[in-house]
């Protein structure tokens, strides 16, 4: 039998096989979204504690609902409310929720590797919400979600990824998942924000300094946050960050004419998108959104012993490929 995932802390450690079962997974949830009755009792008497030691609405909302919805109950930790403002280490403040005996964890941290080095010593399933400049595994998967249901496949498209690609984590996470499925990336974005390193991350990768070649021909395009302290640095104006690397219609145009746009949110419209390409038919923003909610409810079912089936393990799956 194949074993079950334990947790999902990056997408760089996660197989094909692995990432297209938590996206089968995730399709029930996406039609339960649709019904006018959205609560299940699939994960009654469980809990999951949300951990989030760095700022965060979307995504702990979407946690959050996703428990709801199954049934889970929810531990908040929020930083601005927590012991760690005193002192307390990040393992203590992790063990004094364990002692509180939840079903799976969900961390966000602003160091990369914390939700790894929780997993590695508490007893529960730990899912990345996000830590540092390292992934947000989630976020790749709704994306992923979003690319396959609006383009009617997940393999060999051409995507563009825009904006502050050094500092993103939702970049790279999904830079190891399309590339994992034959994706041709190319990352734009001011030279700054753009290093070398960054096309080791997937094969085929290509970095170009204009947004009008980066656009030309893509598939799907990936318009990143920008954090606007960044913005307002003396080596970057706004004023030049709009003319040099916002998505706006015109540019949108020169990538193929159903290319699919997307965003992590919160958008920042009038710097890093248009409005028009905002509210406009190829912006899968909300889609996004609902996926959102589909892939964290089929992750907390997975991991925290609702699903009955397991998922597929890469160092078996590597093994029997070299038999």
């Not at 809990?47 to 199954?70: D, G, H, K, N, Y």
């Not at 999904?174 to 974005?189: R, S």
Request: charged share 25%.
């Amino acid at each position: 039998m194949l074993q079950r995932l334990q947790h999902v802390l990056a997408i760089e450690t996660l197989s094909p096989e692995q990432i297209l079962f938590i996206l089968d997974q995730s399709k029930p949830f996406q039609e339960f979204q649709r019904h006018p009755l959205k609560k299940l009792a699939t994960l009654r008497g469980k809990t999951v504690a949300l951990a989030f030691f760095e700022a965060s609405t979307r995504t702990r909302i979407s946690f959050a609902t996703a428990a709801a919805r199954l049934g889970a109950d929810t531990m908040n930790l929020q930083a601005e409310s927590s012991s760690l403002k005193k002192g307390e280490s990040l393992i203590d403040t992790v063990r004094t929720l364990e002692a509180m005996r939840p079903d799976g964890i969900v961390i966000r941290h602003s160091s990369s590797g914390a939700p790894e080095f929780v997993a590695e010593r508490l007893g529960v399933p730990v899912i990345n919400a996000g830590d540092g400049m390292h992934e947000h595994p989630t976020q790749a998967l709704l994306d992923a979600l979003t690319i396959r249901d609006r383009k009617g496949k997940l393999e060999d498209w051409n995507v563009t990824i825009l904006g502050d690609i050094l500092h993103s984590r939702v970049a790279r996470s999904n830079m190891h998942l399309l590339g994992k499925f034959g994706a041709k990336i190319t990352l734009c974005g001011p030279a700054m924000w753009m290093p070398q390193e960054l096309e080791a991350l997937a094969p085929g990768t290509r970095r170009v300094p204009r947004i009008e070649e980066a656009l030309d021909g893509a598939d799907v395009i990936i318009v990143l946050r920008v954090q606007t302290e960044r913005i307002h640095e003396p080596a970057l104006a706004a004023e030049e960050y709009i003319l040099g690397y916002q998505l706006t219609a015109e540019r949108l145009r020169l990538a193929q004419p159903d290319a699919l746009v997307l965003h992590p949110g919160p958008m920042i419209r009038g710097l890093e998108i248009d409005p028009a390409v905002a509210d406009g038919p190829q912006c899968g923003v909300l889609e996004q959104v609902t996926n959102g909610l589909a892939v964290r409810m089929a992750l907390l079912y997975h991991l925290t012993g609702g699903a009955p089936v397991d998922a597929p393990h890469p160092a078996k799956e590597r093994s029997n490929a070299a038999d």
